[in-house]
């Protein structure tokens, strides 16, 4: 049984460079959330994607978006991006009419120099 | 808002000795509190979850953690660590009944010494 799978593992861009950054949720689940967090710091909640829409979403610019495919799986774009954008981007899958904890995947590491 | 507050940012324990990590929360609804675990470079995993019922939750690697309403707390315990519990611990509360963001606290580091 596959968990939650994020690619790549790490990643360095330029400021101003756009990126997207990739999630498979885990098996038989439909939810997928963003986090970003920073170093010595907790996740901070990005948004959330089911049936391919944004329900909901976090204190974070529109230079952030996402997108959720047919099988579930999710992007996570950055666009003109900042020194303080560097992080690790966590993706976390969920079955929402269970309400079922979030399952974490094992992050993007995001470097902007 | 939803906040999550965990006062202690480390905490250094000897092995074999108990552990009680604290966290508070401020919420207006019904929470639904978590308890996750992270390993350097890792991403999270759950611990242990409230979502009602009986106050003391057990979890996974022998953690349990009680839910006090009246104390707006949801802290974690262990009788006796092992130096593999060396990690950050992250709290964190969402809204029953509601399709809703999980809050996180900004963690604590755990130090096990020998």
């Known amino acids: 049984d596959a968990g939650v799978t994020q690619s790549p593992t790490h990643l360095i861009k330029t400021r101003g460079q756009q990126v997207t950054l990739r999630c498979s949720p885990k098996?038989?689940?439909?939810?997928v959330s963003w986090y970003q967090q920073a170093l010595g710091q907790g996740p901070q909640f990005i948004f959330q994607?089911?049936?391919?829409?944004?329900?909901q979403r976090g204190n974070f610019p529109d230079r952030f978006s996402g997108h959720q495919f047919p099988n579930y799986s999710s992007e996570l774009n950055v666009n003109a991006l900042l020194l303080g954008d560097s992080a690790l981007y966590l993706c976390?899958?969920?079955?929402?009419?269970?309400?079922?904890?979030?399952?974490f995947g094992n992050g993007t590491r995001l470097t902007v120099t | 808002a939803q906040s999550v507050t965990q006062p202690d940012i480390h905490i250094t324990v000897s092995e074999g000795a108990s552990l009680e990590l604290r966290c508070n929360y401020s919420?207006?609804?019904?929470?639904?509190l978590f308890w996750y675990v992270q390993s350097p470079g890792q991403g999270l995993q759950l611990l242990l979850k409230?979502?009602?019922?009986?106050?003391l939750v057990q979890g996974i690697k022998g953690f349990e953690a009680e839910f006090k309403r009246s104390q707006s707390s949801f802290n974690l315990r262990k009788p006796s660590v092992h130096w593999s519990d060396a990690a950050e611990y992250f709290c964190?509360?969402?809204?029953?009944?509601?399709?809703?963001?999980?809050?996180f606290g900004k963690g604590t580091r755990l130090h096990i010494l020998p």
């Open positions: 409230y979502f009602s019922g009986d106050t």
């Open positions: 098996s038989g689940h439909d939810t």
């Open positions: 976390a899958s969920s079955l929402r009419q269970e309400r079922s904890p979030l399952h």
């Open positions: 994607y089911y049936e391919e829409e944004e329900r």
């Open positions: 964190a509360v969402g809204e029953l009944n509601r399709d809703d963001k999980i809050i």
């Open positions: 919420y207006g609804a019904t929470p639904y």
